[in-house]
């Protein structure tokens, strides 16, 4: 059968333009009223009224960068009733699926902005810096956004990706020895491809316990995560804690600036003054989102993931797909690990991926499966961690052990709380087998 033939008898249903249900519209539209009136109430109406914020879009010494001044209680009454506007209109008419989880972290976002405007104006005027916050934002997001492209690869094939942190665990062991090894900043662009190599072969391992054996999934997830956890605590412990210098000392990646678009005011220090790996992680947004959704390849890859069954009828070979993405997934992954040392720390520590792996399988879950949704997710998350900082140094009243917590809860209010039911992949998780 042709390749041609065989792609003509497939039809997935597009679920992006249809509406939320009923129970998620209400339940989502209704909190964004309470946070609205929480914004405004609580967060405007507590400020003086001569009490101004200060956003500094830019560092000290920038003087063409100006710094923003907002009037604190004006500024805030009107986001609280920008929130509570769209929260009416989310229960009234709702917004379509592909664009909730965008719609909700805006709204978040605004929220969050109307938070740093209290903070700042209650504090006499405090600057508050934009940039360098979205900075850190950025850097905390790139690698939970590539273990969540992982998990979307991994699910929209049919199998279930709960070893994304093992992946990536496993990843920044092997980019930091092989960064090591070979010295330089050439030893550590090699380190990103060792990587992918580690994460990959971890990946190999999921795929043949998963598909050819038909191991439950969720249960070969958790257990390969605990085994990535044990050998690389092993083989740090036996190798490189030893032998520091030679073995586990890889050389930072140096930022990269784009030529003219790294010297725009604001944008360029935020997205155009990074590493390779966070260029990489640019590059593979694009990429899944154009070959799930705009290529042969995903249509067989969502194929797999729906209708294994109807699939396999029309020709396409279900098992080798599922093979191919699961194995990309995972390399996907240890290059996300590989950011943990050669991206950013510069050495491999036990267990430095500190949970990431599963804030970003929330995040493929949040986002819907979709790589665009997956990322506004990622950064949700990441911007709250990057918060913590901040919200310690101006706001002494809320415990460090409480803002500590706070990505955490907001991952489980994102998953549990405000997205309400979801619909994975028909067939993930489920083995596949010709009769």
């Known amino acids: 059968m042709s390749t041609?033939?065989?792609?003509?008898?497939?039809?997935?249903?597009?679920?992006?333009?249809?509406?939320?249900?009923?129970?998620?519209?209400?339940?989502?539209?209704?909190?964004?009223?309470?946070?609205?009136?929480?914004?405004?109430?609580?967060?405007?109406?507590?400020?003086?009224?001569?009490?101004?914020?200060?956003?500094?879009?830019?560092?000290?010494?920038?003087?063409?960068?100006?710094?923003?001044?907002?009037?604190?209680?004006?500024?805030?009454?009107?986001?609280?009733?920008?929130l509570a506007v769209v929260g009416i209109y989310q229960i009234a008419v709702?917004?379509?699926?592909?664009?909730?989880?965008?719609?909700?972290?805006?709204?978040?976002?605004?929220?969050?902005?109307?938070?740093?405007?209290?903070?700042?104006a209650r504090g006499s005027g405090a600057e508050i810096d934009v940039v360098g916050l979205f900075v850190s934002t950025i850097a905390l997001t790139v690698p939970l956004i590539l273990g969540a492209l992982s998990g979307i690869l991994c699910e929209r094939s049919g199998v279930i990706n709960i070893a994304i942190e093992g992946q990536m665990l496993f990843g920044a062991w092997a980019s930091a020895l092989i960064g090591s090894i070979i010295g330089s900043q050439f030893?550590?662009?090699?380190?990103?491809?060792?990587?992918?190599?580690?994460?990959?072969?971890?990946?190999?391992?999921?795929?043949?316990?998963?598909?050819?054996?038909?191991?439950?999934?969720?249960?070969?997830?958790?257990?390969?995560?605990?085994?990535?956890?044990?050998?690389?605590?092993?083989?740090?412990?036996?190798?490189?804690?030893?032998?520091?210098?030679?073995?586990n000392n890889p050389a930072i990646l140096n930022p990269i600036n784009i030529p003219l678009l790294s010297d725009i005011p604001v944008i360029g220090p935020l997205f155009f003054q990074a590493n390779l790996i966070v260029y990489i992680a640019y590059v593979l947004i694009a990429v899944?989102?154009?070959?799930?959704?705009?290529?042969?390849?995903?249509?067989?890859?969502?194929?797999v993931g729906e209708h294994p069954r109807a699939a396999d009828t029309v020709g396409i070979k279900v098992l080798a797909m599922r093979y191919r993405n699961v194995i990309i997934g995972g390399a996907i992954a240890g290059v996300g690990g590989a950011y943990f040392t050669v991206g950013s720390v510069g050495q491999f520590q036990k267990n430095i991926t500190v949970g990431d792996g599963f804030i970003a399988l929330a995040a493929v879950i949040f986002g819907g499966w979709k790589p665009i949704g997956a990322l506004w997710a990622a950064l949700l998350f990441g911007f709250t961690t990057a918060s913590q900082t901040l919200i310690s140094q101006y706001v002494s009243f809320i415990p460090s052990n409480g803002v500590a917590m706070l990505p955490y809860l907001v991952t489980i209010?994102?998953?549990?709380?405000?997205?309400?039911?979801?619909?994975?992949?028909?067939?993930?998780?489920?083995?596949?087998?010709?009769?």
């Open 4 to 82: 041609a033939t065989a792609d003509e008898g497939l039809v997935i249903a597009p679920t992006h333009a249809l509406p939320e249900s009923r129970a998620r519209r209400i339940g989502s539209g209704t909190f964004l009223i309470v946070l609205g009136v929480l914004v405004a109430v609580f967060l405007g109406f507590t400020l003086d009224s001569s009490a101004t914020a200060h956003l500094r879009l830019g560092a000290p010494d920038a003087a063409h960068v100006p710094t923003i001044v907002l009037p604190g209680r004006i500024s805030n009454v009107v986001i609280g009733l920008i």
């Open 187 to 247: 030893g550590s662009a090699v380190g990103i491809v060792a990587g992918a190599v580690a994460g990959a072969l971890l990946g190999a391992m999921l795929a043949v316990f998963a598909i050819r054996y038909a191991v439950n999934q969720v249960v070969l997830g958790v257990v390969l995560n605990v085994f990535a956890a044990g050998m690389t605590g092993y083989l740090y412990d036996a190798f490189m804690q030893p032998h520091t210098e030679s073995l």
């Open 94 to 120: 709702g917004f379509p699926r592909q664009r909730f989880v965008p719609m909700l972290s805006t709204c978040l976002g605004l929220a969050t902005l109307g938070f740093f405007i209290w903070m700042s």
């Open 288 to 303: 899944v989102d154009i070959w799930l959704f705009r290529t042969r390849w995903g249509l067989r890859t969502r194929a």
């Open 413 to 435: 209010l994102a998953v549990a709380g405000l997205i309400g039911k979801v619909t994975p992949p028909a067939a993930d998780g489920q083995p596949y087998t010709k009769e």
